[in-house]
């Protein structure tokens, strides 16, 4: 199984449906992310969780409601969304480390799209 | 304040040509690491090098090498006798000081496009 694996890799929902992204690392890392990465716009950091804790937030709708029941999984809850949320949502993991820095492992992904 | 500048939006090369992609950090930190990713159009972000910043040497990997010089608080990436599968986004980012699960600060990217 390949590190970080994103499902669904394509999305596509309207504004009052209810949909979730999914975000699993197998690399034994104790934080994972959710970035959100818009057309022409630089990537954006939403989530931070750092031992299944919310360490970070960086002042997101609350119609993105993430969730990490595990060190390994986590998860991104959408509700009546905009289309202007369509965007490629990318998750990732790291191992903090003091010695090796913080390097993030991406996954592949969510296209996702509001009608 | 953090931040990354990666002035260079687009860059267009013809195969076997060498391109240099350049990046500009601001920290005021000490002790900071940098990173180069790679965007293929599959959208996955693949991580390519990390340099802390105690360490100036310059590395090279095959046809890919990188240059820190911290006294124009630069890292730029040199990617040598292109291929066409090196058309991607590049993204330089920069994480500060240690303190923990530290977010990385990324640039806009770069999208190099590398003609056959």
């Known amino acids: 199984e390949t590190g970080v694996t994103q499902t669904p890799r394509h999305l596509v929902m309207g504004m009052t449906n209810k949909k979730s992204l999914k975000c699993e690392q197998h690399?034994?890392?104790?934080?994972m992310y959710w970035y959100k990465q818009s057309a022409k716009k630089p990537l954006e950091l939403m989530f931070v969780y750092n031992f299944k804790e919310q360490t970070e937030n960086n002042s997101v709708p609350s119609r993105f409601s993430p969730e990490c029941p595990n060190s390994s999984h986590l998860f991104l809850h959408l509700h009546t969304l905009q289309p202007e949320d369509s965007a490629l949502y990318l998750c990732?993991?790291?191992?903090?480390?003091?010695?090796?820095?913080?390097?993030?492992?991406f996954g592949p992904g969510t296209r996702l799209t509001v009608l | 304040a953090q931040k990354v500048t990666q002035a260079q939006t687009e860059i267009s090369v013809v195969e076997k040509e060498d391109v240099t992609l350049d990046c500009v950090y601001e920290?005021?930190?000490?002790?900071?690491?940098l990173f180069w990713y790679k965007q293929p159009p599959s959208g996955e972000l693949v991580f390519l090098i990390r340099?802390?910043?105690?360490?100036?040497q310059n590395e090279i990997s095959g046809r890919y090498s990188w240059n820190f010089q911290k006294s124009t608080s630069s890292f730029n990436f040199t990617i040598t006798a292109s291929q066409v599968v090196d058309s991607a986004v590049y993204f330089c980012a920069l994480s500060p000081s240690f303190s923990g699960n530290t977010p990385l600060v990324f640039g806009k990217g770069t999208r190099l496009s590398v003609i056959a």
């Open positions: 340099r802390n910043s105690f360490d100036e």
């Open positions: 690399l034994g890392h104790n934080a």
């Open positions: 920290t005021r930190d000490t002790t900071y690491y």
């Open positions: 990732a993991s790291s191992q903090a480390d003091r010695d090796r820095g913080d390097t993030q492992y």
